[in-house]
């Protein structure tokens, strides 16, 4: 089964727009999610990596917020994830800071042995372009970090 990141959408805002006269826009948080062989999302539950409200992800950039269960157990975390790959990926993961959702997709490729298939550790803004550190999983043991740059300016006629 394949997976794909997406973005949700929380209620709730970052702190750097609170100052902000407008209605600042709310937070998106990246989810990764397993499809099944129709195409459809497998539905789970997943926390906001600002407000930790829960959400149960039912489409790809939907979700249906859950009131009243912020404190629920049974999201996996980045120590289960810990628990089922290879060290040499946690401590990987762990010094790029990733989030749940590449540590989740990492676990799937690993699982799944989708060899070749990459993931984005880290990205910047400079001057125009994008520059992103790219994790390419071998084999359950082997991987390969490269770097690419992507010009971001739009050229008019």
């Not at 070749?116 to 790219?134: A, P, Q």
Request: glycine share 4%.
């Amino acid at each position: 089964m394949a997976g794909i990141k997406h973005l949700i959408e929380c209620h709730c805002f970052l702190a750097i727009y609170k100052s902000d006269k407008k209605t600042p826009p709310l937070h998106k948080f990246p989810v990764y999610s397993k499809i099944d062989e129709y195409g459809n999302i497998i539905n789970k539950f997943a926390k906001c990596n600002n407000c930790d409200s829960l959400h149960k992800i039912i489409e790809i950039g939907k979700s249906e917020f859950v009131p009243g269960k912020d404190e629920i157990a049974t999201t996996i975390t980045k120590e289960d994830i810990s628990n089922n790959i290879p060290q040499k990926y946690v401590n990987l993961l762990n010094n790029y800071g990733c989030d749940i959702s590449s540590w989740e997709h990492v676990e799937d490729v690993i699982n799944e042995k989708r060899w070749g298939e990459t993931i984005v550790l880290s990205r910047d803004i400079v001057n125009e372009k994008t520059s992103v550190k790219i994790l390419e999983i071998i084999s359950k043991n082997n991987f390969k970090i490269s770097n690419e740059i992507i010009d971001d300016f739009l050229r008019g006629n």
